[in-house]
T-cell receptor
Framework: KAGVTQTPRYLIKTRGQQVTLSCSPI?????VSWYQQTPGQGLQFLFE???????NKGNFPGRFSGRQFSNSRSEMNVSTLELGDSALYLC??????????????FGPGTRLTVL | DAKTTQPTSMDCAEGRAANLPCNHS???????VYWYRQIHSQGPQYIIH???NNETNEMASLIITEDRKSSTLILPHATLRDTAVYYC???????????FGQGTTLQVKP
Protein backbone atom coordinates (compact mmCIF):
# COMPACT_ATOMS: atom_id res chain seq x y z
CA LYS A 1 0.00 0.00 0.00
CA ALA A 2 1.34 3.42 -0.89
CA GLY A 3 1.99 5.74 2.03
CA VAL A 4 0.85 9.27 2.63
CA THR A 5 2.04 11.57 -0.11
CA GLN A 6 2.49 15.30 0.10
CA THR A 7 3.08 17.79 -2.66
CA PRO A 8 5.10 19.77 -3.24
CA ARG A 9 8.02 18.60 -1.12
CA TYR A 10 9.72 21.99 -1.13
CA LEU A 11 8.34 25.46 -1.65
CA ILE A 12 9.74 28.96 -1.50
CA LYS A 13 7.39 31.93 -1.18
CA THR A 14 7.69 35.58 -0.24
CA ARG A 15 5.93 37.45 2.53
CA GLY A 16 2.34 38.34 1.76
CA GLN A 17 1.81 35.53 -0.73
CA GLN A 18 -0.47 32.58 -0.15
CA VAL A 19 0.29 28.89 -0.50
CA THR A 20 -1.66 25.67 -0.91
CA LEU A 21 -0.25 22.33 0.18
CA SER A 22 -1.70 18.99 -0.79
CA CYS A 23 -1.96 15.66 1.01
CA SER A 24 -3.10 12.31 -0.36
CA PRO A 25 -3.87 9.85 2.44
CA ILE A 26 -3.27 6.13 2.45
CA UNK A 27 -5.91 4.39 0.37
CA UNK A 28 -8.98 3.74 2.52
CA UNK A 29 -8.06 6.26 5.19
CA UNK A 30 -10.70 8.87 5.85
CA UNK A 31 -9.13 11.11 8.47
CA VAL A 32 -6.40 13.62 7.63
CA SER A 33 -4.57 15.78 10.16
CA TRP A 34 -2.10 18.56 9.57
CA TYR A 35 0.86 19.60 11.73
CA GLN A 36 3.41 22.37 11.64
CA GLN A 37 6.97 21.74 12.80
CA THR A 38 9.41 24.53 13.57
CA PRO A 39 12.68 24.44 15.52
CA GLY A 40 11.26 26.73 18.19
CA GLN A 41 7.77 25.30 18.70
CA GLY A 42 8.25 21.69 17.71
CA LEU A 43 5.37 19.72 16.24
CA GLN A 44 2.03 21.50 16.60
CA PHE A 45 -1.41 20.30 15.59
CA LEU A 46 -3.17 22.47 13.01
CA PHE A 47 -6.45 20.71 12.25
CA GLU A 48 -8.09 17.40 11.46
CA UNK A 49 -10.60 16.53 8.76
CA UNK A 50 -12.87 13.54 8.62
CA UNK A 51 -15.48 12.95 5.92
CA UNK A 52 -14.94 16.43 4.53
CA UNK A 53 -15.63 18.07 7.91
CA UNK A 54 -13.18 19.71 10.25
CA UNK A 55 -13.52 17.96 13.60
CA ASN A 56 -10.53 19.29 15.54
CA LYS A 57 -8.62 22.53 15.36
CA GLY A 58 -5.40 23.73 16.94
CA ASN A 59 -4.46 27.23 18.08
CA PHE A 60 -3.49 28.84 14.81
CA PRO A 61 -4.72 32.09 13.29
CA GLY A 62 -7.42 32.15 10.65
CA ARG A 63 -4.78 32.55 7.94
CA PHE A 64 -4.39 28.78 8.20
CA SER A 65 -7.26 26.88 6.66
CA GLY A 66 -7.91 23.52 5.17
CA ARG A 67 -10.40 21.34 3.42
CA GLN A 68 -10.98 17.74 2.54
CA PHE A 69 -12.44 16.36 -0.65
CA SER A 70 -14.80 13.44 -1.13
CA ASN A 71 -11.87 11.17 -2.03
CA SER A 72 -10.28 12.07 1.36
CA ARG A 73 -7.49 14.09 -0.21
CA SER A 74 -6.83 17.25 1.73
CA GLU A 75 -5.37 20.67 1.13
CA MET A 76 -4.24 23.31 3.52
CA ASN A 77 -3.90 26.96 2.67
CA VAL A 78 -1.90 29.70 4.33
CA SER A 79 -2.73 33.25 3.30
CA THR A 80 -0.68 36.41 3.78
CA LEU A 81 2.48 34.49 4.53
CA GLU A 82 4.78 35.66 7.30
CA LEU A 83 8.43 34.81 7.89
CA GLY A 84 7.39 32.75 10.91
CA ASP A 85 5.35 30.44 8.71
CA SER A 86 8.56 28.88 7.45
CA ALA A 87 8.27 25.30 8.64
CA LEU A 88 7.88 21.67 7.79
CA TYR A 89 4.19 20.95 7.24
CA LEU A 90 3.21 17.38 7.92
CA CYS A 91 0.09 15.51 7.01
CA UNK A 92 -1.07 12.32 8.71
CA UNK A 93 -3.87 9.97 7.77
CA UNK A 94 -5.79 7.32 9.65
CA UNK A 95 -8.80 5.05 9.38
CA UNK A 96 -10.96 5.77 12.42
CA UNK A 97 -12.24 2.67 14.17
CA UNK A 98 -14.95 2.47 16.76
CA UNK A 99 -13.15 0.80 19.62
CA UNK A 100 -9.42 1.38 19.42
CA UNK A 101 -7.71 4.66 18.60
CA UNK A 102 -6.72 4.82 15.01
CA UNK A 103 -3.02 5.01 14.29
CA UNK A 104 -1.88 8.03 12.35
CA UNK A 105 0.65 7.60 9.57
CA PHE A 106 2.66 10.60 8.51
CA GLY A 107 3.79 11.77 5.11
CA PRO A 108 7.27 13.12 4.34
CA GLY A 109 6.18 16.73 4.74
CA THR A 110 6.37 19.91 2.71
CA ARG A 111 9.24 22.23 3.56
CA LEU A 112 7.98 25.82 3.20
CA THR A 113 10.43 28.70 3.21
CA VAL A 114 9.09 32.24 3.38
CA LEU A 115 11.50 34.97 2.29
CA ASP B 1 -4.63 15.49 26.75
CA ALA B 2 -2.17 14.44 29.42
CA LYS B 3 1.26 16.01 29.37
CA THR B 4 4.30 13.77 29.00
CA THR B 5 7.81 14.22 30.32
CA GLN B 6 10.81 12.66 28.63
CA PRO B 7 14.57 13.08 29.06
CA THR B 8 16.02 15.45 26.50
CA SER B 9 18.67 13.07 25.25
CA MET B 10 20.07 9.58 25.71
CA ASP B 11 22.95 7.57 24.33
CA CYS B 12 22.97 3.86 23.60
CA ALA B 13 25.67 1.51 22.34
CA GLU B 14 24.94 -0.26 19.09
CA GLY B 15 23.57 -3.75 19.68
CA ARG B 16 22.43 -2.98 23.20
CA ALA B 17 18.87 -2.40 24.35
CA ALA B 18 17.67 1.19 24.39
CA ASN B 19 15.21 1.96 27.19
CA LEU B 20 13.40 5.25 26.75
CA PRO B 21 11.30 6.40 29.72
CA CYS B 22 8.21 8.58 29.69
CA ASN B 23 6.21 10.03 32.56
CA HIS B 24 2.50 10.72 32.10
CA SER B 25 1.27 11.07 35.66
CA UNK B 26 -2.02 12.79 34.72
CA UNK B 27 -3.12 10.21 32.18
CA UNK B 28 -6.83 9.43 32.12
CA UNK B 29 -8.45 6.05 31.87
CA UNK B 30 -9.33 6.38 28.19
CA UNK B 31 -5.99 7.77 27.05
CA UNK B 32 -3.58 5.60 25.14
CA VAL B 33 0.20 5.86 25.18
CA TYR B 34 1.70 6.21 21.71
CA TRP B 35 5.32 6.27 20.60
CA TYR B 36 6.56 7.82 17.39
CA ARG B 37 10.04 8.60 16.18
CA GLN B 38 11.35 11.14 13.72
CA ILE B 39 14.56 10.73 11.83
CA HIS B 40 16.08 14.04 10.79
CA SER B 41 13.18 16.06 9.36
CA GLN B 42 11.35 13.11 7.90
CA GLY B 43 7.73 12.54 8.87
CA PRO B 44 7.23 10.90 12.27
CA GLN B 45 7.09 7.13 12.15
CA TYR B 46 4.62 5.16 14.26
CA ILE B 47 6.29 2.65 16.58
CA ILE B 48 3.81 1.21 19.04
CA HIS B 49 0.92 2.05 21.33
CA UNK B 50 -0.83 0.63 24.38
CA UNK B 51 -3.52 1.26 26.96
CA UNK B 52 -2.57 -0.70 30.07
CA ASN B 53 -1.02 -3.98 28.99
CA ASN B 54 2.53 -4.38 27.80
CA GLU B 55 2.82 -4.53 24.04
CA THR B 56 5.39 -5.87 21.61
CA ASN B 57 5.73 -5.65 17.86
CA GLU B 58 8.49 -6.10 15.33
CA MET B 59 10.00 -2.74 16.16
CA ALA B 60 9.83 -2.41 19.93
CA SER B 61 8.25 -3.29 23.26
CA LEU B 62 6.16 -0.98 25.41
CA ILE B 63 6.08 -1.46 29.16
CA ILE B 64 3.36 0.47 31.00
CA THR B 65 3.38 0.59 34.79
CA GLU B 66 0.39 -0.76 36.65
CA ASP B 67 -0.75 2.73 37.72
CA ARG B 68 -0.23 3.87 34.10
CA LYS B 69 1.70 6.93 35.22
CA SER B 70 4.81 6.03 33.29
CA SER B 71 5.99 3.82 30.46
CA THR B 72 9.19 2.63 28.82
CA LEU B 73 9.87 2.04 25.16
CA ILE B 74 12.41 -0.70 24.60
CA LEU B 75 14.37 -1.13 21.38
CA PRO B 76 15.90 -4.56 22.01
CA HIS B 77 18.97 -4.31 19.79
CA ALA B 78 19.61 -0.71 18.82
CA THR B 79 21.28 0.02 15.49
CA LEU B 80 22.75 3.23 14.11
CA ARG B 81 19.55 3.66 12.08
CA ASP B 82 17.59 3.97 15.33
CA THR B 83 19.20 7.35 15.98
CA ALA B 84 16.20 9.69 16.05
CA VAL B 85 13.95 11.83 18.21
CA TYR B 86 11.45 9.64 20.07
CA TYR B 87 8.11 11.09 21.08
CA CYS B 88 5.86 9.73 23.79
CA UNK B 89 2.26 10.89 23.38
CA UNK B 90 -0.92 10.22 25.31
CA UNK B 91 -4.03 10.40 23.26
CA UNK B 92 -7.75 10.15 23.77
CA UNK B 93 -9.27 7.50 21.57
CA UNK B 94 -10.79 8.47 18.27
CA UNK B 95 -9.31 11.90 17.99
CA UNK B 96 -6.84 12.87 15.33
CA UNK B 97 -5.09 15.37 17.53
CA UNK B 98 -1.64 14.33 18.73
CA UNK B 99 0.14 16.63 21.17
CA PHE B 100 3.88 16.25 20.76
CA GLY B 101 6.34 17.22 23.46
CA GLN B 102 10.02 17.85 22.83
CA GLY B 103 10.84 14.15 22.75
CA THR B 104 14.05 12.30 23.54
CA THR B 105 16.96 12.46 21.13
CA LEU B 106 18.45 8.97 21.08
CA GLN B 107 21.99 8.73 19.78
CA VAL B 108 23.11 5.18 19.00
CA LYS B 109 26.88 4.96 18.99
CA PRO B 110 29.11 2.33 17.41
Amino acid sequence: KAGVTQTPRYLIKTRGQQVTLSCSPISGHRSVSWYQQTPGQGLQFLFEYFSETQRNKGNFPGRFSGRQFSNSRSEMNVSTLELGDSALYLCASSFPKNQNPDTQYFGPGTRLTVL
Amino acid sequence: DAKTTQPTSMDCAEGRAANLPCNHSTISGNEYVYWYRQIHSQGPQYIIHGLKNNETNEMASLIITEDRKSSTLILPHATLRDTAVYYCIVRVENTGKLIFGQGTTLQVKP
